[in-house]
């Protein structure tokens, strides 16, 4: 299955002949736009064809799926397996649509072994893989994207984190360390908040990856810092 900043994209019915494709915009990163399944490999191609430039594409393609790595001109780096021992695997892949990015990954995997993850920055085009998922929270940055404010939060940092007349008094600094502490805690948990908004003498207000996304323009001084995606496949 394939998962963005923690959210599970459930998709079609019988996960292992279909093949798997999430479409994510890459302005509101960590906004899922589409999650389709095809059964047809030509379908899947047909489907791309109609997604603008520059959207970010994951795609998990099972045993038994053939085609021509041309068929898809517009994802660059990827490339169907040659070897005839890679015939039992699944292939999968992570993308941007008429781009080739430094962390576009394309690589096979057998049924059982682990998969992969991946963490994008579309600004500076750096990535890092790892094969578990701590280790790859580890290497993502939070973004800054003044003067924007979320559809809607979570909750407040925790009192036992930063009390609350700590959070209305406490510079930027301050509140990106206490909510650093916060999400320290919560690596363990599965958790789904992956970020923060606020502004100046405002409390800390926690973003979920479910339903905080796409962020909306204001002219206040609402700040929001979120996580940039991570890909499991």
Not at 66 to 87: G, H, I, M, W, Y
Not at 204 to 224: A, C, E, G, K, R
């Amino acid at each position: 299955a394939i998962r963005v900043s923690g959210v599970g994209c459930s998709l079609g019915s019988s996960i292992a002949s279909e093949v798997s494709v999430v479409v994510v915009d890459n302005i509101a990163l960590g906004c899922i736009l589409q999650s389709r399944a095809f059964l047809s490999w030509q379908d899947v191609v047909v489907f791309l064809d109609t997604i603008p430039d520059d959207r970010i594409v994951a795609l998990v393609v099972p045993p038994g799926i053939t085609a021509n790595s041309n068929s898809l001109p517009r994802l660059p780096k990827f490339e169907f397996p040659t070897s005839t021992s890679e015939d039992e695997c699944f292939l999968l892949f992570v993308g941007q649509l008429n781009q080739s990015p430094t962390w576009s990954t394309c690589v096979s995997r057998k049924k059982g072994q682990a998969g992969i993850h991946v963490a994008i920055a579309t600004t500076t085009q750096t990535a890092t893989t790892a094969t578990s998922t701590t280790k790859a929270q580890q290497n993502v940055r939070l973004k800054t994207q003044r003067n924007t404010s979320p559809p809607t939060v979570v909750c407040r940092v925790p009192e036992y984190i930063m009390p609350l007349k700590t959070q209305l008094l406490a510079s930027e600094q301050q509140k990106r360390r206490a909510f650093e502490a916060y999400a320290k805690e919560q690596q363990q948990q599965e958790a789904t908040v992956v970020g923060y908004t606020t502004k100046k003498g405002a409390p800390i207000y926690l973003l979920s990856s479910q339903s905080s996304f796409p962020f909306m323009v204001n002219d206040t001084s609402w700040n929001t810092f979120h996580y940039l995606p991570v890909w499991d496949l």
